[in-house]
């Protein structure tokens, strides 16, 4: 006999009733859910820019606090943009926010504003997230 085989086991299988095993996987299966809608869906409202004429600028106010709000911001192609972020959440997490596509990123104060002035854009989809692409919005620009 080997030592190994002397000893107690360091653990042993205690037998559990079905009905437990379904429940523990299907709330495993929820918070996968749930932690896919919360990274992934989108949710949130649509705000726009306050309205402008020709040329003018578009100022958007997003307040930060647990995430973007708005998370989603329609603006007009062809005028160009002033985002004010309005932080009220401590987390360092959204201490900075990026827009890959237009290579910016702005730290914002907490409890304060901070503005991201953009040129005019073309039509399309531009997301902006925290320094951890972790809270997310989208700056959806569109042509009318
Ligand atoms: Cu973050």
Redesign the pocket.
Known sequence: MSPMEMADPAWRTIAQPVAVKVLVALAGVGLIALELWWFLGRHGETGSAAATGDGALQTVLITVEGGYAPARVRLRAGQPIRLVFHRLDP??????VIVPDLQRSLDLPLNGEARLDLPALAPGRYPF???????RGELEVVSE
Request: proline residues 0%; aromatic residues 0%; charged residues 10%.
């Open positions: 987390s360092a997490c959204v201490a900075k997230h925290c320094g951890m692409n972790m809270v």
